[in-house]
């Protein structure tokens, strides 16, 4: 088991750009999380999956977020038309049933020009 | 609101000495706390965690301390080694909603 894999690591954009990000969780972990991460604050709660079901969105994130699980393996957060303020790192998680520890991702930082 | 809140942005100590990392709660529904501890360029990685029911949880030289009642909980660290340099962040999940709220990180630095 290789852990949580995100890709890419580093993303560069031009405002007004979509983006899509991909996370590879934890073989059989059913549910996952994404989170976005500013310069020093702690992960924010975008949006969660129990398998391929999207339970819960924050309402932080606005209609030009858009996050799939289509087989309840991997997602993908897209962004589009994205703006200097979509800027963060983007941090995916995935949790096994009957815990509460998640296990995370190493990241996707998006840098919006 | 936020709800969760670690009111220290840094601390340093050394080696050696014990490091005791603080964090403070409002919401009541949460039923688990978290301590995840992050290094530059990597996501953060699970540390300790604790039950609402209970008071405290041990784990080698890491432990949490609750107190529901001060909504406040905090992590020990002893010995503390310089490989304990990292951001820890504190969370709070409400398993009803599935989710977890963060505080925005301590960044503790462990002197040689």
């Known amino acids: 088991d290789t852990g949580v894999s995100q890709d890419p690591r580093h993303k560069i954009t031009k405002r007004g750009q979509n983006v899509t990000f991909r996370c590879d969780p934890i073989?059989?972990?059913?549910?996952l999380y994404w989170y976005r991460q500013t310069l020093g604050q702690g992960p924010e709660f975008l949006t969660y999956?129990?398998?391929?079901?999207?339970?819960?969105k924050s309402r932080l994130l606005s209609n030009r977020f858009s996050a799939e699980r289509p087989k309840g393996s991997f997602s993908t957060l897209e962004i589009q038309r994205t703006e200097q303020g979509d800027s963060a790192m983007y941090l995916c998680?995935?949790?096994?049933?009957?815990?509460?520890?998640?296990?995370f991702g190493p990241g996707t930082r998006l840098t919006v020009l | 609101d936020q709800q969760v809140k670690q009111n220290s942005p840094s601390l340093s100590v050394q080696e050696g000495r014990i490091s005791i990392l603080n964090c403070d709660y409002t919401n009541s529904m949460f039923d688990y706390f978290l301590w995840y501890k992050k290094y530059p360029a990597e996501g953060p990685t699970f540390l300790i965690s604790?039950?609402?029911?209970?008071d405290k949880n041990e784990d080698g030289r890491f432990t949490v301390f609750l107190n529901k009642s001060a909504k406040h909980l905090s992590l020990h660290i002893v010995p503390s080694q310089p490989g304990d340099s990292a951001v820890y962040f504190c969370a709070g999940h409400n398993t009803n909603a599935g989710k977890s709220t963060f505080g925005d990180g301590t960044t503790l630095t462990v002197k040689p």
């Open positions: 999956f129990q398998n391929e079901a999207q339970l819960e």
């Open positions: 998680a995935s949790r096994p049933l009957g815990t509460d520890t998640q296990y």
């Open positions: 073989s059989e972990h059913n549910r």
């Open positions: 604790i039950s609402s029911i209970k």
